[in-house]
């Protein structure tokens, strides 16, 4: 039952800083791209890492073994995440659209495996449109599709990290699929 | 199958939720409905998409001295004295503790309120008060119980009833003589059991 997380948490707790370290590496991507996903801003998303960890960190001795680790870290996050889009000015997101444009979205400039630049272009169009899609929707459509598109949880881990019945969770999944296949249609026609 | 529900049943499926009976059914009425395997397909498309679209971000990576950082950040460890997170993780049970220790704090503290002599019971005006000590003396006849507290008491003559005395001392004289019983009360808990009986007994004299 012990896993890799509970036993450094166990350490951390006892004072270990380099197992906290340990913790911080296993999953600062992962709440990065998480961020990253709900704010579309990089240094807005780096503050989000900071302060998730932060959090995590004062309130070790409250993570409970019997959840999930990742559950626990993920839930800071999101909330994090949500509250710093609940609180943006609407003019403010417009600007970190713009000035995002270039520099730190870098799907585009990553070169691909094996493709020819044309199906480059059209699978880096397609995620662009499903990336804009997923970006325009409310928090909390956009936070389900992130967890389960990015991050890749369960119904089930979405419901544990949002605390809200599954039931919610698959309405709110089915919508926002609804709404990408319709998105993706209108880009091929 | 009605279309609407098929439609449903397609998402489920894309979520791996969908029991295999039920499955059977959405093939069968697939084979049958060209517009809803169109729809599937496109479902089916999607949800490929939105996993591929954002997996390949995983190469979108935070600062590299991001750990460095957040480690600097971090104030200094707290040292929780074991007690401290004892409490925090048994609330109910520390609010059971300290409501036992309020009761307890309260009921001593009552005992020790004051040092003043409480004389009750009948005909008081035959018994001789002199600072703590009460004297009943020879030949005197008490009709009923006595109780002093925080006394002393002296008996030479007739009590007709109990003699209680809490938190003091009794002397009985060779001519004393009690009807009743003679209670000494000296502890806290006595005294408690003792409060505790007289409100048991004056219910139910009542």
Same mark, same amino acid.
């Given at each position: 039952?012990?896993?890799?997380?509970?036993?450094?948490?166990?350490?951390?707790?006892?004072?270990?800083?380099?197992?906290?370290?340990?913790?911080?590496?296993?999953?600062?991507?992962?709440?990065?791209?998480?961020?990253?996903?709900?704010?579309?801003?990089?240094?807005?998303?780096?503050?989000?890492?900071?302060?998730?960890?932060?959090?995590?960190?004062?309130?070790?001795?409250?993570?409970?073994?019997?959840?999930?680790?990742?559950?626990?870290?993920?839930?800071?996050?999101?909330?994090?995440?949500?509250?710093?889009?609940?609180?943006?000015?609407?003019?403010?997101?417009?600007?970190?659209?713009?000035?995002?444009?270039?520099?730190?979205?870098?799907?585009?400039?990553?070169?691909?495996?094996?493709?020819?630049?044309?199906?480059?272009?059209?699978?880096?169009?397609?995620?662009?449109?499903?990336?804009?899609?997923?970006?325009?929707?409310?928090?909390?459509?956009?936070?389900?599709?992130?967890?389960?598109?990015?991050?890749?949880?369960?119904?089930?881990?979405?419901?544990?990290?949002?605390?809200?019945?599954?039931?919610?969770?698959?309405?709110?999944?089915?919508?926002?699929?609804?709404?990408?296949?319709?998105?993706?249609?209108?880009?091929?026609? | 199958?009605?279309?609407?529900?098929?439609?449903?049943?397609?998402?489920?499926?894309?979520?791996?939720?969908?029991?295999?009976?039920?499955?059977?059914?959405?093939?069968?009425?697939?084979?049958?409905?060209?517009?809803?395997?169109?729809?599937?397909?496109?479902?089916?498309?999607?949800?490929?998409?939105?996993?591929?679209?954002?997996?390949?971000?995983?190469?979108?990576?935070?600062?590299?001295?991001?750990?460095?950082?957040?480690?600097?950040?971090?104030?200094?460890?707290?040292?929780?004295?074991?007690?401290?997170?004892?409490?925090?993780?048994?609330?109910?049970?520390?609010?059971?503790?300290?409501?036992?220790?309020?009761?307890?704090?309260?009921?001593?503290?009552?005992?020790?309120?004051?040092?003043? $002599?409480?004389?009750?019971?009948?005909? /008081?005006?035959?018994?001789?008060?002199?600072?703590?000590? +009460? @004297? !009943?003396?020879? %030949? *005197?006849?008490?009709?009923?119980? $006595?109780?002093?507290?925080?006394?002393? /008491?002296?008996?030479?003559?007739?009590?007709?009833?109990? +003699? @209680? !005395?809490?938190? %003091? *001392?009794?002397?009985?004289?060779?001519?004393?003589?009690?009807?009743?019983?003679?209670?000494?009360?000296?502890?806290?808990?006595?005294? +408690?059991?003792?409060?505790? %009986?007289?409100?048991?007994?004056?219910?139910?004299?009542?």
């Amino acid at each position: 039952m012990d896993n890799l997380e509970t036993r450094l948490v166990k350490l951390a707790l006892k004072g270990d800083q380099r197992a906290f370290a340990e913790i911080v590496d296993l999953y600062k991507d992962r709440i990065f791209h998480l961020a990253y996903r709900m704010l579309s801003n990089r240094h807005e998303a780096e503050d989000v890492v900071q302060e998730t960890f932060l959090r995590v960190y004062r309130n070790l001795d409250r993570y409970d073994p019997g959840q999930k680790f990742s559950t626990w870290i993920y839930r800071i996050g999101t909330n994090l995440s949500i509250d710093r889009l609940r609180k943006r000015k609407p003019t403010y997101s417009l600007d970190a659209e713009i000035g995002d444009q270039d520099g730190a979205d870098g799907y585009a400039l990553i070169p691909g495996d094996n493709r020819t630049p044309e199906t480059e272009y059209m699978i880096s169009e397609t995620r662009t449109t499903i990336h804009e899609a997923i970006d325009g929707l409310p928090p909390k459509y956009k936070t389900v599709m992130i967890l389960r598109y990015l991050q890749e949880l369960s119904l089930q881990e979405i419901s544990d990290v949002l605390d809200m019945p599954v039931t919610t969770i698959k309405t709110r999944v089915h919508r926002g699929r609804e709404f990408l296949r319709k998105k993706l249609e209108s880009q091929q026609h | 199958m009605e279309c609407k529900q098929a439609v449903l049943l397609m998402h489920d499926y894309l979520d791996e939720d969908l029991p295999l009976e039920q499955e059977a059914q959405l093939k069968s009425h697939l084979d049958t409905c060209p517009e809803c395997r169109a729809a599937f397909r496109r479902l089916e498309e999607t949800e490929m998409m939105l996993f591929a679209a954002n997996r390949k971000s995983e190469s979108l990576s935070v600062s590299e001295d991001m750990t460095d950082r957040i480690m600097s950040f971090l104030p200094q460890p707290k040292k929780h004295s074991p007690a401290w997170s004892w409490i925090r993780r048994h609330p109910a049970l520390t609010a059971a503790a300290a409501f036992i220790l309020i009761m307890v704090g309260t009921s001593i503290g009552f005992w020790n309120a004051d040092t003043q $002599l409480v004389l009750k019971g009948n005909d /008081l005006n035959r018994v001789q008060v002199e600072g703590n000590t +009460v @004297t !009943v003396p020879e %030949g *005197t006849i008490i009709g009923g119980d $006595l109780t002093v507290e925080r006394g002393e /008491l002296r008996i030479y003559g007739d009590v007709e009833g109990n +003699v @209680t !005395v809490i938190d %003091g *001392t009794s002397y009985q004289a060779s001519t004393a003589h009690v009807a009743g019983q003679v209670k000494d009360i000296n502890q806290a808990l006595d005294w +408690v059991w003792y409060k505790l %009986g007289n409100i048991v007994s004056e219910v139910a004299y009542k």
